[in-house]
């Protein structure tokens, strides 16, 4: 028999940022928190003492944030301008490369593929993959013999087809794209993409091809935020009303539903946008951030 969860209780509250904290990110060891904020800094955190370790500035709002599996300083910052940052090495208060998409947009969302290091970025209204395309290089020019690596630039190889709209929909919906969330799975070969008016759909990452689809039931349909079990058998949604819904990979009624004090009245459209989801491993727990 599982033990009873014990309930989160406040550790440190960190002060350092000057505007309001629009992306939180642990690093893959969870000895590091990595916070963006609309004051265009990126800071990293150490929990367990609440330290700031290093700030690095960037030239505009950061609205996403990614941590390399791989590489415990690599970090992909979003930002409102469209740029998606790379930082390679903490001590430098600049980034010093950037990904090439093509595209001049928000950068929603950012994850990166474990197995291969390539990253998945939503970006105003496409999914693209990038890849790095500049090999790898060390410095020692930097003192006591401290090593730097330099990885160079990532550039957009895949953008994936925009997704068919939701059926049965009134003329008055919002079509627009956005993609809301992202995860690997399957050792990297399918790609998860929750999208704030289409759904949830699971690609084929190298044929591009649309495998399943979740169609939401909530009377607005819109999506705040994703996440997925490892198992990929439940799909949670935050559905921008009362709580959050469980569904089973590719069907589109949820099983279980999990009541939150309501975001908008039933019927209305939110007037505020939900915060993101975690999945509390390997205990049976949803973190769920919002305005509630």
Not at 46 to 74: Q, Y
Not at 189 to 218: E, S
Request: hydrophobic letters at 40%.
């Amino acid at each position: 028999m599982a033990a009873p969860f014990a309930p989160f209780v406040c550790k440190h509250t960190l002060h350092d940022h000057t505007a309001s904290v629009t992306s939180l990110a642990f690093s893959p060891t969870g000895e590091r928190l990595m916070s963006g904020s609309e004051d265009r800094s990126l800071m990293i955190w150490k929990p367990l003492t609440g330290i700031l370790k290093h700030r690095i500035i960037l030239k505009s709002a950061i609205i996403s944030l990614a941590w390399d599996n791989a590489r415990k300083e690599h970090l992909f910052p979003g930002c409102i301008d469209g740029t998606l940052a790379v930082v390679e090495n903490f001590q430098h208060q600049e980034p010093c490369n950037s990904v090439l998409t093509g595209t001049k947009a928000l950068i929603f969302v950012v994850t990166v593929d474990a197995n291969h290091g390539n990253i998945s970025v939503a970006i105003g209204s496409e999914i693209h993959m990038a890849k790095q395309i500049a090999p790898g290089f060390v410095s020692t020019s930097l003192p006591d013999g401290l090593a730097d690596l330099n990885t160079g630039k990532y550039t957009t190889f895949k953008i994936f087809p925009a997704p068919e709209g939701l059926p049965n929909t009134s003329k008055d919906t919002d079509n627009r794209i956005r993609g809301r969330a992202l995860a690997f799975r399957d050792r990297d070969t399918k790609l998860f993409v929750a999208y704030l008016n289409h759904g949830v759909i699971c690609w084929d990452v190298d044929g591009m091809q649309q495998l399943w689809r979740i169609v939401p039931i909530h009377c607005h349909r819109l999506i705040g935020h994703t996440t997925i079990l490892t198992s990929e058998q439940c799909v949670f949604i935050s559905n921008l009303s009362d709580g959050v819904d469980m569904y089973t990979s590719g069907q589109s009624h949820p099983e279980r539903r999990f009541k939150t004090p309501p975001i908008a009245p039933e019927g209305k459209l939110p007037s505020s946008t939900a915060g993101q989801l975690y999945y509390a491993e390997p205990g049976m727990a949803m973190c769920i951030s919002g305005t509630f």
